[in-house]
């Protein structure tokens, strides 16, 4: 290469001095180098501890299930079934209509246990349903989500209506 620096008003190419890089340090076309987790949509979505309310059979309503005020007060229990290579500190979480912040999340301590619970207090649906009184929100997306210790691999739930 040159010693001298290049002038960046300058269309010109620079010379090259016949010094490639080798083929390891070349980057593939089509593929980024950043490190990707593996992320796959194989989990059961939580549900409700208590028995939900099915909407569908009952009432008209777009939502597949609800929770009445007995399912949330003084704190509403969603539980995760047992997922594939449970472990120690796998990270897992349950998103309410906020598809970027959960609305709790928890780290596996006994991967013995059939099921995983989180609890999400009373005041977090109030605030959800009635935030904004002018148009309360009746349909409510939600989703799980498994982070695995270790290996960083991702699982989640698909996305469901109540």
């Not at 987790?37 to 028995?51: G, I, N, V």
């Not at 989703?143 to 699982?155: D, I, K």
């Amino acid at each position: 290469m040159s010693d001298y620096p290049l002038n960046p008003d300058s269309d010109r190419v620079p010379a090259s001095d016949k010094a490639a890089f080798p083929v390891a340090c070349r980057p593939e076309r089509g593929r980024s180098s950043l490190a990707v987790t593996p992320r796959a949509e194989d989990l059961d979505h939580p549900y409700s501890a208590y028995p939900a309310i099915p909407l569908l059979t009952v009432y008209p309503e777009a939502a597949v299930y609800g929770l009445g005020i007995r399912h949330v007060r003084p704190y509403a229990r969603f539980v995760f079934e047992r997922w594939v290579d449970i472990n120690s500190y796998d990270y897992f979480a349950f998103y309410l209509n906020d598809l970027v912040y959960p609305a709790a999340d928890d780290l596996v301590e006994d991967p013995s246990l059939d099921r995983q619970t989180l609890a999400i207090p009373e005041e977090f649906f109030a605030e959800l349903l009635h935030g904004d009184p002018e148009n309360p929100k009746e349909i409510v997306q939600s989703y799980g989500r498994v982070l695995r210790a270790g290996t960083l691999t991702e699982s989640t739930s698909p996305l469901n209506p109540f």
